[in-house]
């Protein structure tokens, strides 16, 4: 018989700004090495004993049923408690989301770039996932998938947690058509359209994602030329893989690094949270998919465009502007 996973309980916090508390589980083989919750987190946690003293003092670590942790409560194998960290200021992003389409059970936004999609590492507050949180008024929503920070274009988020899973596993069964715009040079000697297929891997803490040669490919997209001038092309992209910056790297990989790209072929980054100057020139420009939960057939178009593409010379020299 398959034993069940224990249900995470609920957070007796609620968000602040858009923003979830941090949840800690207790190991469960923590017994014996920790008499008190404070020990364990002060073992765990890269804050300090005096920052984690403080919030014990002041009432702002919680278990499950809402009660504060004090320095003696005891350690509880498999239990969890919240808190809210202190978060550093950030740059706000100063380019507008637009809300595509609302219903009772999605939210599809064009999402500006530099805006990061959900909160990771310095970008918490300014995400949008917190945006929409805080504007919408929506604290369950969540994303079906993710943009990078530097990637413009539509993203789909869930509005009811329970049915998050059934659009997230479109995306991981390939049953959501996208297509996404680029701007880099254009080379006639490169033959399109072509289909690229090869192994892409990441690791973790290297800003840059790597083809394997002779791997097996888990990675495929259809590159295709829409137009050309002045010594730019226009692309269009069909990603049927989501690996990580894989468009970015196929792309490369012909020989036609995106525009305004700071890690490929040359690592120049990363992009400073303050620097809006000539954005990636990457746009996920459709979504196409039948809702798994109403049957509808949903297409969906960004309108955004590529700076650099109506204006090189404005995206090359002016800077930000969306």
Request: hydrophobic share 35%; net charge positive.
């Amino acid at each position: 018989m398959t034993r069940r996973k224990p249900r995470t309980p609920p957070a007796p916090l609620p968000q602040r700004d858009g923003v979830d508390p941090v949840r800690v589980r207790l190991p469960l083989d923590g017994a014996g090495r920790w008499d008190s919750v404070r020990d364990h987190l002060v073992e765990r946690l890269a804050a300090g004993d005096g920052v984690i003293d403080a919030m014990i003092a002041e009432g702002r670590i919680v278990r499950a049923d809402g009660s504060a942790v004090t320095a003696t409560t005891p350690y509880e194998p498999g239990g969890h408690v919240w808190f809210h960290r202190e978060l550093a200021p950030e740059i706000p992003v100063p380019f507008p989301l637009d809300v595509v389409h609302r219903d009772e059970h999605i939210v599809v936004v064009d999402k500006p770039h530099f805006l990061a999609t959900t909160p990771r590492g310095s970008h918490v507050r300014e995400t949008a996932l917190a945006r929409l949180r805080r504007d919408l008024g929506i604290p369950e929503l969540g994303p079906a998938h993710r943009l990078d920070r530097l990637t413009a274009g539509l993203v789909l988020f869930v509005v009811r947690p329970q049915e998050r899973g059934r659009y997230q596993t479109l995306f991981r069964d390939r049953l959501v058509t996208k297509e996404y715009e680029a701007v880099a040079a254009y080379d006639p000697r490169v033959p399109l359209p072509v289909t690229l297929r090869s192994r892409i891997e990441k690791e973790r803490g290297v800003l840059t994602a790597q083809e394997v040669p002779g791997g097996e490919p888990n990675a495929e997209s259809e590159v295709r030329l829409t137009g050309h001038k002045d010594g730019l092309g226009l692309y269009r992209l069909a990603p049927h893989t989501g690996r990580t910056h894989q468009l970015r790297v196929h792309m490369n990989s012909l020989g036609l690094p995106i525009l305004g790209d700071p890690l490929y072929p040359v690592v120049t980054g990363p992009v400073a949270p303050d620097d809006f100057r000539r954005p990636l020139q990457l746009l996920a420009r459709s979504l196409e998919f039948r809702d798994p939960v109403t049957g509808r057939e949903h297409r969906f178009v960004s309108a955004r465009a590529l700076e650099a593409w109506a204006s090189y010379e404005t995206w090359a020299h002016a800077g930000a502007g969306q």
